[in-house]
């Protein structure tokens, strides 16, 4: 039996096989908090949108303050779904604002795997005052 002493490049040779799955899984963490932030806007704004139109706002303020309580998310990618409109709320009904974000991704490789594109969505219901 032969005693191999020279393994000089064994280290290098795992580190490059187990570098790709690092880089993967660091770009992966760092996606999932962009992903995370993006919902967490939107499910902050469906609520302050709810409030608001509870207490007597319109349709056209409640899309004014869902845009302005999230100033990171792109205003395009976002859709607004109040129901029931301004003239048919009661008191005593329910409201509910209904908010989708199309979230782009900004990793490439993360956008190759989830097809670029993850719809993010967020609701709330409240009872009108």
Do not use: C, W
């Amino acid at each position: 039996m032969r005693n191999v002493k020279n393994q000089n490049g064994q280290s290098l040779v795992e580190f490059a096989i187990i570098l790709p799955i690092i880089l993967l899984l660091l770009m992966g963490m760092a996606e999932f908090g962009m992903m995370l932030n993006s919902y967490l806007a939107i499910q902050n704004s469906s609520r302050e949108g709810a409030r608001l139109g509870i207490v007597g706002g319109t349709d056209l303020e409640i899309n004014s303050l869902v845009t302005a309580t999230s100033p990171s998310l792109t205003s395009s990618n976002l859709t607004v779904v109040i129901t029931p409109s301004a003239g048919s709320r009661t008191s005593g009904g329910t409201l509910t604002v209904s908010l989708n974000y199309n979230y782009h991704t900004t990793v490439p490789i993360i956008g190759a795997i989830l097809n670029n594109v993850v719809v993010l969505h967020a609701e709330t219901s409240m009872r009108i005052e």
